[in-house]
Nanobody, 126 residues
Framework: QVQLVESGGGLVQHGGSLRLSCAAS????????IGWFRQASGKEREGVSC????????YYADSVKGRFTISKDNAKNTVYLQVSSLKFEDTAVYYC???????????????????WGQGTQVTVSS
């Protein structure tokens, strides 16, 4: 079964950190660019960060630059998102998905990959 499963979310204090995981099964991440997206309650889903299939090109939304780091481990068929210096506005459900990226990493958008997964909830508290 082809799927991506997000995990690693939780309740964290303002300024804290988490590492989110996006594990692929049924296909190899060697051949896909992968992005992280998030959706806060009552808001539209937004792109957070993307990484190319080689891992050599990355994209970050302005709101997370310098605080979030995306990486991938092809041997584990997993993409990670290290989220640090968390702010209240980072509270959201985080999703991963294959993406289309431009060559210089200045943008990425979701690819057609069927329905979105369940995501992982990140809640930042005071």
């Amino acid at each position: 079964q082809v799927q991506l499963v997000e995990s690693g979310g939780g309740l964290v204090q303002h300024g804290g950190s988490l590492r989110l995981s996006c594990a692929a099964s049924g296909f190899s991440l060697d051949y896909y660019n992968i992005g992280w997206f998030r959706q806060a309650s009552g808001k539209e889903r937004e792109g957070v960060s993307c990484i190319s299939r080689s891992g050599g090109i990355t994209y970050y939304a302005d709101s997370v630059k310098g605080r979030f780091t995306i990486s991938k481990d092809n041997a584990k068929n997993t993409v990670y998102l290290q989220v640090s210096s968390l702010k209240f506005e980072d509270t959201a459900v985080y999703y991963c998905r294959p993406v289309h990226m431009n060559l210089n990493g200045s943008s990425c958008r979701p690819a057609d990959f069927g329905s979105w997964g369940q995501g992982t909830q990140v809640t930042v508290s005071s």
